[in-house]
């Protein structure tokens, strides 16, 4: 294991590090994902996910033998964490507020070589079951989207082109882990849907189809539209089918998070249903 003490402002990584807490798109431009925070990383080791830097600030860092500014329980297993990694950067934990996204910093991160699985149509996986991202642009709801489908089984997550960027700092933290689970493309056109394979299916008002009784097609692509605009016409145009999920409260609508979950629940449990009663 390499281990580097940074001490300068200046150092390049520390300017990557920045343009990371600046820009939630940086990892495109820079071709590497900046994880923040021991949850994070502990969901990338447990997904055997390679890790070539981590950075851990000197107050957590125990050092080779065991000694550091720190000793107390939290330092032990944030260490033990960044000892997964190829090399271990240690910087001083007032160096560590520079280019923090947290307001508590957590003094561990991992920078990974960029996870991002493909952009566009070359990359799409066919057959499998899918959420589409139709210019969902709050990266709250971006994130715990892709908690939920990890969640209930599916094994893809298309963006199309004005989704939030999937591998922000913001989405980062909202999925909680669920990005290491997922086959996950971003930048994709409405063309390149063509190409999953499955039928196209989409929350919609305007339709007598209700979601507990519509007949679901199984693998699908649930299409979760823009918060204020819904699903683009030239992607609706697509779906095979649209369903309403029943609001008997009186509601306008669900938030595009909370609808993603009681869909891609319902598909599940029906599933669920159908193996158990396959075994009768």
Same mark, same amino acid.
């Not at 799409?124 to 990266?139: F, N, P, S, Y």
């Not at 605009?229 to 409260?249: F, N, R, S």
């Given at each position: 294991?390499?281990?580097?003490?940074?001490?300068?402002?200046?150092?390049? !990584?520390?300017?990557?590090?920045?343009?990371?807490?600046?820009?939630?798109?940086?990892?495109?431009?820079?071709?590497?994902?900046?994880?923040?925070?021991?949850? !994070?990383?502990?969901?990338? @080791?447990?997904?055997?996910?390679?890790?070539?830097?981590?950075?851990?600030?000197?107050?957590?860092? !125990?050092?080779?033998?065991?000694?550091?500014?720190?000793?107390?329980?939290?330092?032990?297993?944030?260490?033990?964490?960044?000892?997964?990694?190829?090399?271990?950067?240690?910087?001083?934990?007032?160096?560590?507020?520079?280019?923090?996204? !947290?307001?508590?910093?957590?003094?561990?991160?991992?920078?990974?070589?960029? @996870?991002?699985?493909?952009?566009?149509?070359?990359?799409?996986?066919?057959?499998?079951?899918?959420?589409? /991202?139709?210019?969902?642009?709050?990266?709250?709801?971006?994130?715990?989207?892709?908690?939920?489908?990890?969640?209930?089984?599916?094994? &893809?997550?298309?963006?199309?082109?004005?989704?939030?960027?999937?591998?922000?700092?913001?989405?980062?933290?909202?999925?909680?882990?669920?990005?290491?689970?997922?086959?996950?493309?971003?930048?994709?056109?409405?063309?390149?849907?063509?190409?999953? +394979?499955?039928?196209?299916?989409?929350?919609?008002?305007?339709?007598?189809?209700?979601?507990?009784?519509?007949? /679901?097609?199984?693998?699908?692509?649930?299409?979760? +539209?823009?918060?204020?605009?819904?699903?683009?016409?030239?992607?609706?145009?697509?779906?095979? @089918?649209?369903?309403?999920?029943? &609001?008997?409260?009186?509601?306008?609508?669900?938030?595009?998070?909370?609808?993603?979950?009681?869909?891609?629940?319902?598909?599940?449990?029906?599933?669920?249903?159908?193996?158990?009663?396959?075994?009768?």
């Amino acid at each position: 294991m390499n281990v580097q003490l940074i001490t300068s402002r200046d150092n390049p !990584l520390i300017q990557r590090l920045k343009k990371h807490a600046q820009d939630p798109a940086a990892y495109r431009k820079l071709g590497e994902v900046w994880l923040e925070g021991d949850h !994070l990383c502990s969901a990338c @080791l447990a997904r055997s996910v390679a890790v070539p830097v981590a950075v851990i600030a000197d107050t957590a860092w !125990l050092g080779e033998h065991g000694v550091a500014c720190g000793s107390d329980e939290v330092a032990r297993r944030l260490t033990d964490l960044v000892r997964q990694a190829d090399k271990v950067v240690v910087v001083p934990e007032n160096l560590w507020k520079a280019f923090t996204g !947290l307001e508590s910093p957590a003094r561990i991160g991992f920078l990974l070589t960029r @996870l991002e699985s493909g952009s566009g149509v070359s990359s799409i996986q066919t057959g499998v079951r899918t959420v589409v /991202l139709d210019r969902v642009q709050d990266a709250g709801n971006v994130g715990s989207i892709l908690r939920s489908a990890s969640a209930m089984g599916v094994a &893809q997550v298309v963006a199309l082109k004005g989704t939030a960027a999937l591998w922000s700092a913001k989405v980062l933290r909202a999925g909680m882990g669920a990005h290491f689970a997922l086959h996950l493309i971003e930048q994709a056109a409405p063309a390149d849907l063509m190409r999953l +394979g499955v039928p196209l299916v989409a929350t919609s008002s305007h339709t007598d189809h209700l979601l507990p009784s519509a007949l /679901l097609p199984d693998p699908c692509a649930w299409v979760m +539209g823009h918060e204020g605009q819904g699903v683009g016409d030239e992607v609706m145009q697509l779906c095979k @089918l649209t369903v309403a999920i029943p &609001q008997p409260g009186g509601e306008e609508s669900f938030n595009v998070a909370a609808a993603a979950a009681v869909c891609l629940y319902e598909s599940m449990r029906r599933r669920v249903v159908d193996q158990y009663s396959s075994l009768l």
